[in-house]
């Protein structure tokens, strides 16, 4: 069966229903019962249950021991493995990513712009015993993070707005949740050529982040996260130069691209 896409072309509802499933695991680690998983996608039992078991008979998705509990599958890692691997913007920005984790000792970032969120693609973690862990593939919020303003900053103030959900989460409580705020904010971040975000995405932690003008808007973006014990006024003005350089490397390493 088939329905119109967004698009304006058809969609075919079995594929549908097949990425939503995986897409209700990956945001959801654990492992889930049919009624959850039913409750949260929709679908009549019976389809849904059957859908599952072929999924888990292709390795998509797994069962606990008992066999009533559904759960992201191997073979969901290869294939994201396999889009890591096979990025040119990842191998090209390998040795700026390593240059600029060895200039700042600090957690690196390299991320994508995925709707109203950033995707990490590749990171260095930071040499200190304080620091924080993020993995490749975890989805940050766009207007919280560093990367996120960086990158919308490359987007006109209409798309943006366009771009941005009704209503914004606040991971903390210096979360910027008013969008036309947010709006002067980017303002600022394209004077200055950098982002910054301050504590607003993880209490404790200071991020600093530059977009990639490979291309127009950017899609990718770098960032270096400070814990804000360590930080201070000198070690801010290090860490934007150190990026800038990150951001002139990066750009000469994917300017074929």
């Not at 991320?111 to 862990?133: E, I, K, M, Y």
């Not at 900053?153 to 210096?174: C, F, I, K, N, W």
Request: charge should be neutral.
């Amino acid at each position: 069966m088939a329905a119109g896409g967004a698009g304006g072309g058809a969609q075919v509802k079995s594929a549908v229903r097949t990425v939503e499933l995986l897409e209700y695991f990956a945001a959801r680690p654990g492992m889930h019962s049919l009624a959850e998983v039913q409750k949260a996608v929709g679908y009549p039992k019976s389809s849904l249950y059957m859908l599952l078991r072929t999924l888990v008979d292709l390795g998509w998705v797994e069962t606990d021991a008992t066999g009533t509990r559904y759960g992201i599958g191997v073979r969901a890692l290869l294939v994201g493995t396999s889009y890591i691997d096979g990025d040119e913007v990842v191998a090209a920005a390998r040795p700026a990513l390593d240059r600029l984790s060895e200039d700042t000792a600090e957690t690196v970032l390299l991320a994508r712009l995925d709707g109203t969120s950033v995707v990490c693609l590749a990171t260095r973690a930071s040499q200190h015993h304080l620091r924080p862990v993020t993995r490749v593939g975890r989805r940050l919020p766009v207007h919280s993070t560093a990367l996120g303003k960086a990158l919308l900053s490359t987007y006109p103030d209409e798309q943006v707005r366009r771009m941005l959900p009704g209503t914004l989460s606040a991971p903390t409580e210096h979360t910027i949740t008013d969008r036309e705020e947010l709006i002067e904010e980017l303002h600022r971040i394209r004077e200055q050529g950098y982002a910054v975000d301050r504590e607003e995405n993880t209490l404790g932690l200071c991020c600093f982040g530059v977009a990639i003008p490979y291309r127009t808007p950017a899609r990718d973006a770098v960032s270096c996260s400070i814990p804000v014990a360590r930080l201070t006024p000198a070690r801010e003005r290090t860490v934007r130069d150190v990026l800038f350089d990150a951001r002139d490397r990066l750009l000469l390493a994917t300017r074929r691209l």
